[in-house]
Every structure is written in structure tokens, then in C-alpha cells.
């Protein structure tokens, strides 16, 4: 059983950056790949970054991709969403989930975080 907890989400303006992290709890977090996903209102959710357990295979979906970056520290049992230029469009709800494959489809994870706001002014 793995426990997730988001923190960092805020109200940010425009142009801004915010980084968002996820604590894991248990022992085989390094076992995991990690997701990180995000629904606006009225909205799917969307796949946005993940990170396999070694922390070298990783994958960002094109609509964040050269602005928001994911990583992990194993040591911490956390993973990170560093969110650069962010945008109105990016207001959503944002949650970290882990998974025992990489995969971008929201099936394929096993274990999610209750999701933090993050909001961004014009």
C-alpha cells in the first residue's frame, strides 16, 4: 500500500513558477514510476509528466514539455513537478499517482494523491 500526499499548489500570476511535490509512504517507493496528472474544471484528466523508479526514463507530454519538469528524490520517498511560465490554462487540480509500469493512461496507476490546487492568474 503506498500513501500520497501532494503540497505546493497556490495561486500564482501569470509567467510565474511553482513546484509541487508528493510524499510517498512505504519502503518500495523506489519501485514505483511516478505520474503526475491534472483536471481542470469540466475537463478530463490529463497525463502530464512521469518518471520511472530509477529516475531515468521519463516522459513529458507535449503540452508542458520545455516548461514543467519532473523529478524524484528516493532518498525522500518524494516526487516533484517543477512548473515554469505557467499559464491561466494551467489552472487545475494536480495529483501525483504511482504505478509498477511507465505509462501514461490514468488506469495504469495503481495509487493516487487527493491533489493540490494550483491556480494562475492573468
Known amino acids: 500500500q503506498v500513501q500520497l500526499v501532494e503540497s505546493g499548489g497556490g495561486l500564482v500570476q501569470a509567467g510565474g513558477s511553482l513546484r509541487l511535490s508528493c510524499a510517498a509512504s512505504?519502503?518500495?517507493?523506489?519501485?514505483?514510476?511516478m505520474g503526475w496528472f491534472r483536471q481542470a474544471p469540466g475537463k478530463e484528466r490529463e497525463f502530464l509528466a512521469l518518471?520511472?523508479?530509477?529516475?531515468?526514463?521519463?516522459y513529458h507530454a507535449d503540452s508542458v514539455k520545455g516548461r514543467f519538469t519532473i523529478s524524484r528524490d528516493n532518498a525522500r520517498n518524494t516526487v516533484y513537478l517543477q512548473m515554469n511560465s505557467l499559464k491561466p490554462e494551467d489552472t487545475a487540480v494536480y495529483y501525483c499517482?504511482?504505478?509498477?509500469?511507465?505509462?501514461?493512461?490514468?488506469?495504469?496507476?495503481?495509487?493516487w494523491g487527493q491533489g493540490t490546487q494550483v491556480t494562475v492568474s492573468s
Open positions: 499517482a504511482a504505478g509498477l509500469t511507465i505509462a501514461t493512461r490514468e488506469r495504469e496507476y495503481d495509487y
Open positions: 512505504g519502503r518500495t517507493f523506489r519501485s514505483y514510476a
Open positions: 518518471l520511472a523508479g530509477n529516475g531515468v526514463t521519463t
